[in-house]
């Protein structure tokens, strides 16, 4: 920062302040007097802790309870935005002073508000205690996001009916490693009307989300690791995006059991403008998930990953550009009226499904991921299905094959089979354990225009030789 920086405008220092890090917004008080002002009255609050050291935890508690009484007691201090992100081990330290931090911003009409409260301990008894009606009550507030929490339910019901939920400006809602209960999720997302975005994450303490009202402004809905089995969204007309993912790399504080919960049942309603539909590791039966995907004429991006019911694709749109298929193996049968189609990607199938186009442009680009051929029918399953594909553009992607793998005799009598581009990683195979034969194998399967090679240098070289010979 240099001085001349001092002379501009308080509402301009404001917003540089929002933009740096806590640590260093704070060190900008010691540059000038006017830099000090502005830490001191700035609209955005950002509190932070990264290490929750007994003493040092008290402290920080502290100097956010400080800095709230004196916005609170100042009426021409406003607030805007508040981020707190705090960890503890004991979740005393915070008992009442954050219920106490959410009834100021919600009078100083804050419209974003960031909470990440997370105990260092693994059981959701741990977790930070926050009364849903200290939510309900924030009319001003826009963007909400809550972690490593436990929303607690009023002792009074009446205050789930619509007129004592007054957050009805609330765009968008995140909530990651939260429990809360089914009435309380339901009643949030139901209850206000200018919901835009709506991200769960890795939260418990409900089994399905039913969404009965309209939701006009609703855009984008994701649902990552949460055991549910069941989804309804009854009318939300501008919905473009539904992504629901039960499989994730590593899911700290959530059972295994709990990933085995996989959703059953969806009703996605009169959401007739879907562009992105987002399907993975569900347990919808076949039927029901079939018609699903033919009741989304207008979705320009369709991904089905691990869908392990589904036995028929049949999709009819003229928007839809990029579609995805991983691990759907028991899918047998792929149609495609798709005059729009850009992308289609195949990975990891056991088995590749026969596939036709009613209709599909010519500059669709087909990519086939696998990781290993296993034996011969998987061999010969991969050139039907390349022979299928007639003229269409193909991008093929081989990572090794099993050393047990024999060709048939009548392979070689086979036409050549064109593909755009083949890329090979053979990070087990070297030039010493490199023979004739799987040189047969690679050409077996197709020849490619583009050939690209994950190996090393030697066999890089013998293979760029051999393509060239049979290219020629």
């Not at 990607?345 to 990781?371: K, T, Y």
């Not at 047990?404 to 005799?409: F, Y």
């Amino acid at each position: 920062m240099d001085k001349t920086s001092a002379e501009l405008p308080t509402e301009i220092l404001h917003q540089i302040l929002s933009l740096l890090p806590t640590k260093t917004a704070a060190r900008t008080a010691l540059l000038s007097k006017s830099w000090l002002k502005a830490c001191s009255t700035k609209p955005h609050l950002c509190f932070d802790i990264s290490d929750p050291i007994e003493y040092r935890a008290h402290e920080f508690l502290r100097i956010v309870d400080n800095t709230l009484e004196r916005y609170h007691r100042d009426n021409n201090l406003p607030i805007s935005s508040f981020e707190l992100c705090i960890s503890f081990y004991d979740h005393i330290y915070c008992d009442g002073l954050v219920d106490k931090w959410l009834d100021i911003i919600t009078d100083k009409r804050a419209s974003k508000v960031s909470l990440f409260v997370k105990s260092k301990a693994k059981e959701y008894c741990e977790r930070y205690n926050l009364f849903v009606h200290n939510i309900f009550k924030m009319k001003f507030i826009q963007h909400l996001e809550l972690n490593h929490c436990q929303i607690l339910l009023a002792k009074r019901k009446a205050l789930f009916y619509d007129d004592k939920i007054k957050c009805d400006n609330l765009k968008n809602i995140t909530l990651c490693y939260v429990t809360i209960s089914q009435l309380a999720l339901e009643s949030l997302i139901s209850c206000c009307p200018q919901i835009e975005k709506v991200s769960i994450q890795y939260c418990v303490g409900f089994n399905s989300i039913r969404v009965s009202k309209t939701l006009p402004k609703l855009v984008c809905f994701s649902i990552f690791c949460c055991p549910i089995v069941e989804v309804e969204i009854v009318d939300a007309p501008k919905l473009l995006s539904f992504e629901y993912v039960n499989k994730g790399d590593s899911v700290p504080y959530l059972s295994s059991d709990n990933l085995h919960i996989c959703l059953r049942t969806i009703e996605i309603g009169t959401c007739q403008n879907l562009r992105r539909v987002e399907f993975v590791k569900v347990t919808v039966e076949y039927w029901d998930l079939f018609k699903i995907i033919q009741k989304l004429h207008s979705v320009k991006e369709l991904i089905l990953h691990y869908c392990r019911y589904l036995r028929k694709i049949k999709i009819s749109s003229s928007t839809l550009e990029v579609c995805s298929i991983v691990q759907c193996d028991l899918v047998e049968e792929a149609i495609f009226d798709t005059p729009k189609l850009l992308s289609l990607a195949f990975s990891d199938q056991d088995r590749l499904p026969s596939l036709s186009f009613e209709r599909a442009p010519s500059q669709c680009r087909v990519s086939i991921n696998i990781d290993i051929l296993w034996d011969v029918q998987h061999l010969m399953n991969l050139r039907r299905f390349l022979v299928e594909l007639g003229d269409q553009v193909v991008d093929l992607t081989l990572s090794t094959f099993s050393k047990s793998l024999i060709l048939p005799r009548g392979i070689y009598h086979l036409p050549t089979l064109e593909v755009e581009h083949l890329e090979l990683s053979y990070s087990d195979i070297t030039t010493a354990t490199y023979s004739s034969y799987n040189y047969d194998v690679i050409f077996a399967i197709c020849l490619p225009k583009i050939l690209t090679l994950q190996c090393d240098k030697k066999l890089k070289k013998f293979l760029r030789q051999q393509w060239l010979k049979k290219r020629k």
